[in-house]
């Protein structure tokens, strides 16, 4: 069965980075982009970006340029999003979730902002 | 960018009632949207795509509807496993906004 497991929580302190990995299986990890949501305690749903995992192509939201990396190894299946310079703000629930219209999402990694 | 705003934020209905929550685009999307749920502490859940194709599994009291700027979800008949919040999400091209959420509770 399709399924996507997400690395676990991370506390950090503000100007610090985050990288968080997503491994997929049960499907043909390049046949599929993954896209990063993320959603900030007690708030609505974010969309951050894709890869397309078969040609490395990106796409990020305006609000993440320069701070936002999306990577993948498809040896592994496992997609990645690096978010530098955090900020108090980033904390936030991190989903990965496979396609736009995303049938399966990762179970989330909290990432928590804090000095 | 294109906006998508829902309507209303939050709602309270009784078991058996026919529920709907509407989305707006800033622009015409054509039929891509998507319909998720989200219940706390869980990942959302996708229950329509393709403004009114149900994702499989999902029970069939869910529906969608709509084109263009206008679309709607209805559930036929409320359920308390529903309680949950519900979000449209555009599907056409980057950025892929979602609404900002419809809170459905019992009454």
């Known amino acids: 069965q399709v399924q996507l497991v997400q690395s676990g929580d991370e506390v950090k302190k503000p100007g610090a980075s985050v990288k968080v990995s997503c491994k997929a299986s049960?499907?043909?990890?390049?046949?599929?982009?993954i896209h990063w949501v993320r959603q900030a305690p007690g708030q609505g749903l974010e969309w951050m970006g894709w890869?397309?995992?078969?040609?490395?192509?990106?796409n990020y939201v305006q609000n993440f340029q320069g701070r936002v990396t999306m990577t993948s190894d498809t040896s592994i299946s496992t997609a990645y999003m690096e978010l530098t310079s955090l900020r108090s703000d980033d904390t936030a629930v991190y989903y990965c979730?496979?396609?736009?219209?995303?049938?399966?999402w990762g179970q989330g990694t909290l990432v928590t902002v804090s000095s | 960018d294109i906006q998508m705003t829902q309507s209303p934020s939050s709602l309270s209905a009784s078991v058996g009632d026919r529920v709907t929550i509407t989305c707006r685009a800033s622009?015409?999307?054509?039929?891509?949207l998507a319909w998720y749920q989200q219940k706390p502490g869980k990942a959302p859940k996708l229950l329509i795509y393709?403004?009114?194709t149900l994702q499989s599994g999902v029970p069939s009291r869910f529906s969608g509807s709509g084109s263009g700027t206008d679309f709607t979800l209805t559930i036929s008949s409320l359920q308390p496993e529903d309680v949950a919040t519900y979000y449209c999400?555009?599907?056409?091209?980057?950025?892929?906004?979602f609404g900002q959420g419809t809170k459905l509770e019992i009454k």
């Open positions: 393709a403004a009114s």
């Open positions: 890869i397309n995992p078969n040609s490395g192509d990106t």
């Open positions: 999400q555009r599907s056409n091209i980057a950025p892929y906004t």
């Open positions: 622009q015409g999307i054509s039929n891509y």
């Open positions: 979730a496979r396609g736009v219209g995303g049938d399966y």
């Open positions: 049960g499907y043909t990890f390049t046949g599929y982009w």
